[in-house]
């Protein structure tokens, strides 16, 4: 059975910091999609970053590029969120989210089918 597993949400002021880590088991990777998902402005959970396991490729959303970086530690079978210069707009539940044996990764919410139980991050100003 594939499990995600985040952890290290939490509270931080406006121009800190955050990291997300999503503990990725009962799954061996080859061509998915891992994203981080988090609800959009018309309240649909929406891709912040997505990493492609075979090509490496990494896509952001425009409120996020250049602040947020996803990665991935294959060792550990564990993928990162590092959030940075963080804004009050960022408080939401993060979600870790699978989308096995794809050649490409889309932001949307129903391309994934497995999910983590979520991660609350909230800032203050």
């Known amino acids: 059975e594939v499990q995600l597993v985040e952890s290290g949400g939490g509270s931080a002021q406006a121009g800190g910091s955050l990291r997300l880590a999503c503990v990725i088991s009962?799954?061996?990777?080859?061509?998915?999609?891992l994203g981080w998902m988090r609800k959009n402005k018309h309240g649909l959970r929406w891709a912040v970053a997505t990493?492609?396991?075979?090509?490496?490729?990494?896509t952001y959303d425009d409120t996020v590029d250049g602040r947020f970086t996803i990665s991935l530690d294959r060792a550990k079978n564990t993928m990162y969120l590092q959030m940075d210069n963080l804004r009050e707009t960022d408080s939401e539940v993060y979600y870790c989210?699978?989308?096995?044996?794809?050649?490409?990764?889309?932001?949307?919410?129903?391309?994934?089918?497995?999910w983590g139980h979520g991660a609350q991050v909230t800032v203050a100003s």
């Open positions: 009962g799954h061996t990777f080859a061509d998915d999609c």
């Open positions: 990493l492609h396991t075979s090509s490496g490729k990494t």
């Open positions: 989210a699978l989308d096995a044996r794809t050649t490409w990764c889309s932001p949307a919410d129903p391309y994934y089918e497995t």
